[in-house]
T-cell receptor
Framework: GENVEQHPSTLSVQEGDSAVIKCTYSDSASNYFPWYKQELGKGPQLIIDIRSNVGEKKDQRIAVTLNKTAKHFSLHITETQPEDSAVYFC????????????FGTGTKLQVIP | GAGVSQSPSNKVTEKGKDVELRCDPISGHTALYWYRQSLGQGLEFLIYFQGNSAPDKSGLPSDRFSAERTGGSVSTLTIQRTQQEDSAVYLCAGDTERSGGYTFGSGTRLTVV
């Protein structure tokens, strides 16, 4: 089955700096890679996703990149703000919709004001 | 409803007791997933429903765990003879064939004492 590894497990950045979280996956058949943000006491919330036919996707201050050859993908948050502080999970699945998703172990991001 | 609703939000039970956790998904989300999140850990897949049937229940940790879904809507996860290692947050999510991303509930925090 799919295995997703995520680094780092914790990350502290100064407000305004950038944050990068990296993930690798094992199953070359995976072609859908969502990222989730989980705030304290809440369920994870989808913030951005990327499919294997795309190398990069941006949405305001967040961007994801995908390298299918190397089987790794990354989340980039620019101009970090205190409200970005949360746990972020990467994930992989065969396709979007009706598919079991395999999650990484999470990155706790702390943005220091 | 507006979101995925899970109840109870918190449950403390004595070791050996049975518990039922409920998930009420968003109308139209025909696929429903249960995940478990242990303290500081990632999300562990338990079971997936397509309509009322469960094509993939490979993540259920033991035969003490069971789940059902009725009317293509509400799902219950039952844990019999609870053990301390069952303590975790149990998350429910739904999606559609086209959505590609899960919508999670806020979870049920289960504590077995």
């Amino acid at each position: 089955g799919e295995n997703v590894e995520q680094h780092p497990s914790t990350l502290s950045v100064q407000e305004g700096d950038s944050a990068v979280i990296k993930c690798t996956y094992s199953d070359s058949a995976s072609n859908y890679f969502p990222w989730y943000k989980q705030e304290l006491g809440k369920g994870p919330q989808l913030i951005i996703d990327i499919r294997s036919n795309v190398g990069e996707k941006k949405d305001q201050r967040i961007a994801v990149t995908l390298n299918k050859t190397a089987k790794h993908f990354s989340l980039h948050i620019t101009e970090t703000q205190p409200e970005d502080s949360a746990v972020y999970f990467c994930a992989a699945s065969l396709t979007g919709g009706y598919q079991k998703v395999t999650f990484g172990t999470g990155t706790k991001l702390q943005v220091i004001p | 409803g507006a979101g995925v609703s899970q109840s109870p939000s918190n449950k403390v039970t004595e070791k050996g007791k049975d518990v039922e956790l409920r998930c009420d998904p968003i109308s139209g989300h025909t696929a429903l997933y249960w995940y478990r999140q242990s303290l500081g850990q990632g999300l562990e897949f338990l079971i997936y429903f397509q309509g009322n049937s469960a094509p993939d229940k490979s993540g259920l940790p033991s035969d003490r765990f069971s789940a059902e879904r009725t009317g293509g809507s509400v799902s219950t996860l039952t844990i019999q003879r609870t053990q301390q290692e069952d303590s975790a947050v149990y998350l429910c999510a739904g999606d559609t064939e086209r959505s590609g991303g899960y919508t999670f509930g806020s979870g049920t925090r289960l504590t077995v004492v």
